[in-house]
């Protein structure tokens, strides 16, 4: 695991398939892996003007309403080379920005033949990925940003669009494929994004005190003048309503960590202004251990122990043997 943003992301879904890397921790964010909606493709005839038309698009014969697993015909005749995209059911939720992490349900399917090629729905648990910023395919980008949390969105995405004149191989993509989507927008989170939920009162005098501001900006973690607890310690902030994590999970979070000793910062989703996706498996066990059983939407405080940290290892920013404590805002989970 590395430092820098103390996790890795593990998103779930096809869409960025050949060349993707989830080795992607970086302080602007992830890469999305094999199987998610796309990462960048190659250029592949015919080009796209640029333009966004309204069709054609295939019929949805079945599971027409948002939120119903859709069954979608054949493309009707020659796709255009342009992006097609309809908006089936318009939403009344947010506007859907660039940079913003979506979350989604989505069927995706090969225009000649209507074969379904890769579906949330099947998989059983919606995807999250940013939006808007080149994490997936240039046709997925330009389609849903702008539109609202709630609505059904039905999309062709032409070969340059998508996965390019290479295709996808691996999920049988030619490179002259254009692809069909249907994609219901759940949600979306921001870089302002934060816990929901009722305050928890922080009555233990030896742990930290962690802000309860829900503005967007980063909470105050403040460091008592006591020795570092020997055990790890997990306790909710403002407590959230939403399904409890898994150790086999994966979450989006806001984050802020700190060092017990002296209080300095160390790294901060909010300094980079935008949420982090990462698996429990994937990080220290301070995190996995402390997030596990915890409810989505809320902020927790967590104080990790060297070993279930970094141990005596030093790291940028962190010395050997430090016990840190984080306020992390457990904003979805996967």
Known sequence: MRRRSVLLAVPAGLLALAGCNDDSGSEKGQKVRASEPGETASSAPPAPTGKVVSGPLPEITSGAKFGQKPTVAKGPGQPSRDLAVRVHSTGDGPTVGKGDYLRVNYSGQIWKTARVFDSSWKKGSPALFPIGIGQVIPGWDQALVGKKVGSRVEMAIPPA????????????????????????????????????????????????????????????????????????????????????????????????????????????????KQP???????????????????????????????????????????????????????????
């Not at 191989?169 to 254009?178: A, S």
């Not at 060297?306 to 030093?314: A, K, R």
């Open 161 to 272: 669009l998508g996965y390019g004149e290479q295709g996808a191989p691996q999920v049988g993509i030619k490179g002259d494929d254009t692809l069909v989507f249907v994609v219901d927008i759940l949600d979306t989170f921001t870089a302002t994004s934060s816990a929901k939920g009722a305050t928890v009162a922080q009555d233990d005098k030896d742990l930290p005190k962690v802000g309860t501001n829900t503005d967007g900006k980063a909470p105050e973690i403040t460091i008592p003048k006591t020795d570092a607890p020997k055990k790890l310690v997990a306790e909710y902030v403002i407590e959230g309503d939403g399904p409890k994590v898994k150790a086999t999970d994966s979450v989006l979070v806001q984050y802020k960590g700190v060092l017990w000793d002296g209080g300095k910062e160390f790294d901060s989703t909010y300094k980079r």
């Open 276 to 334: 982090t996706q990462f698996s429990l498996q994937q990080v220290v066990k301070g995190w996995s251990q402390g997030l596990t059983g915890k409810k989505a939407g809320s902020r927790v405080m967590i104080v990790i122990p060297p070993e279930l940290g970094y141990g005596n290892q030093e790291q940028q920013g962190i010395p050997a043997n430090s016990t840190l404590v984080f306020s992390v805002d457990i904003l979805a989970v996967l």
